[in-house]
């Protein structure tokens, strides 16, 4: 008999064996059951969209109790900045990487705010706005979803300015 066609069997009764040991495992906690991912990439581009719209719908895939970047905590604080910013601004986010599961997600994502109309409130932007003006950035966001699937958490590291603001030809 032939060394491979010796291992055959043995490598056969190992695998059985292994196999039949491990159905008697308790359940790891890492290895529990994956939950849905219901903010899987078709929901975030949906909210993305919403975002570049200025459809202050996007809330909607917030948790009430959101703890959102910039120290804003839940979905009055979010539309508060948001109607402030809005009139002067319009953002628009390109999505260059997602991914996510059913306990959080991660982008990147390049952003571009165009200044509408000149805004004198320094609060909103940390100086005054000229119409025309442009801004750049690129950055990551991750996302803290609860158990229902909405975003309790969006936080990262603040986003690299590719560009500061100023003029830019129409």
Not at 127 to 154: D, F, M, P, S
Request: include cysteine; hydrophobic fraction near 45%; glycine fraction near 8%.
């Amino acid at each position: 008999m032939t060394t491979s066609g010796w291992a055959e069997p043995h490598r056969r009764r190992f695998l059985l064996a292994s196999l039949a040991g491990a159905a008697t495992l308790p359940a790891l906690p890492g290895w529990a059951v994956a939950r849905r991912v219901l903010f899987d990439r078709a929901a975030y581009d949906r909210y993305v969209g919403l975002m570049n719209a200025g459809d202050l719908r996007f809330v909607d895939y917030y948790a009430d109790d959101i703890r959102y970047v910039m120290n804003m905590r839940g979905k009055a604080d979010v539309l508060n900045f948001y109607a402030r910013q809005r009139p002067y601004v319009r953002e628009s986010l390109e999505v260059l990487f997602f991914c996510s599961d059913a306990t959080g997600a991660a982008a990147e994502v390049r952003s571009k705010l165009l200044c509408l109309k000149d805004c004198d409130d320094t609060t909103i932007f940390g100086r005054a706005l000229k119409a025309g003006e442009v801004q750049r950035t690129h950055g990551a966001l991750l996302y803290v979803l609860n158990a229902q699937g909405l975003i309790a958490e969006i936080k990262g590291p603040p986003p690299e300015i590719l560009q500061p603001w100023r003029m830019e030809a129409v």
